[in-house]
């Protein structure tokens, strides 16, 4: 009698995400999400409920985008893998698989996530760029926006960097690490926490642009902060800057 074992199978997923209307499946787009458990199903020859680490928007990139599922299926692990970069898009690439405790989740067992922007600031855009970083044509003080960032070290209450009108039950999360780091005419600004509100990122960076530009001080960033309010903050930098670098577990 043959017997069977649950598997709990995790991903490591790459994508570039121009021409997807983001991870998560909805009614009236192509989403990365959909792609790559369509691609799963058809390995395993089974349907799957599938869990991620986070849900990126419409045009936003991943290096290390985490997900798992379940399978009674024994197939190898790189087989796993190179069965399903055969059947992924160019734009979509597994990076790995790993069998994992059954009491892994990939949202629920992450420690922290890590989010890195690109701004492009130069006079002049970049074809090469363009898809993958914010053009801000002006100067940008990196060190006048470092100086802003160190305020959203630790736990604090980031309304004022939500998506506006977005209902949370709490709007708190905590900062490990954050820095803007200049490299030629490229700014990173880098962000890992162990949790971030829906367009926390996006907010966070449209309003240290306005300190790095001279728009805004880091005591007014401080009082955007203390407002809880999002009309206090900057704008939304746009998507295509914006990459999930990595997952710790």
């Not at 997923?13 to 209307?21: A, S």
């Not at 734009?91 to 890590?114: C, G, N, P, W």
């Not at 449209?206 to 001080?217: C, D, F, I, Q, S």
Request: glycine share 6%.
């Amino acid at each position: 009698m043959e017997t069977y074992c649950m598997r709990n199978i995790s991903l490591v997923i790459e994508y570039e995400g121009t021409n997807y209307h983001g991870w998560q499946c909805q009614p009236n787009g192509l989403t990365i999400e959909e792609i790559v458990r369509s691609a799963i199903e058809r390995i395993i020859d089974h349907p799957v409920r599938m869990h991620s680490a986070g849900r990126t928007d419409a045009g936003v990139h991943a290096f290390g985008q985490v997900v798992n599922f379940l399978t009674v299926k024994s197939i190898p692990l790189m087989n796993i893998e190179r069965g399903l970069n055969s059947m992924l898009p160019s734009d979509i690439r597994v990076r790995s698989a790993r069998q994992q405790e059954l009491s892994f989740h990939a949202r629920y067992s992450a420690k922290s996530k890590t989010y890195v922007y690109s701004i492009h600031n130069a006079p002049r855009f970049s074809p090469f760029s363009v898809r993958y970083s914010w053009h801000y044509p002006f100067f940008l003080d990196c060190g006048l926006m470092n100086g802003a960032i160190k305020s959203i070290l630790g736990k604090h209450d980031f309304s004022s960097f939500k998506k506006k009108n977005e209902p949370y039950r709490s709007c708190e999360r905590e900062v490990l690490k954050a820095r803007a780091t200049r490299r030629g005419s490229f700014i990173y600004i880098m962000i890992e926490a162990t949790g971030f509100l829906r367009y926390m990122v996006r907010n966070i960076v449209g309003t240290l642009v306005l300190v790095g530009a001279g728009k805004m001080t880091m005591d007014d960033f401080q009082a955007v902060i203390d407002a809880r309010n999002r009309d206090r903050a900057g704008p939304t930098a746009p998507p295509q800057g914006l990459f999930l670098r990595r997952v710790v577990y």
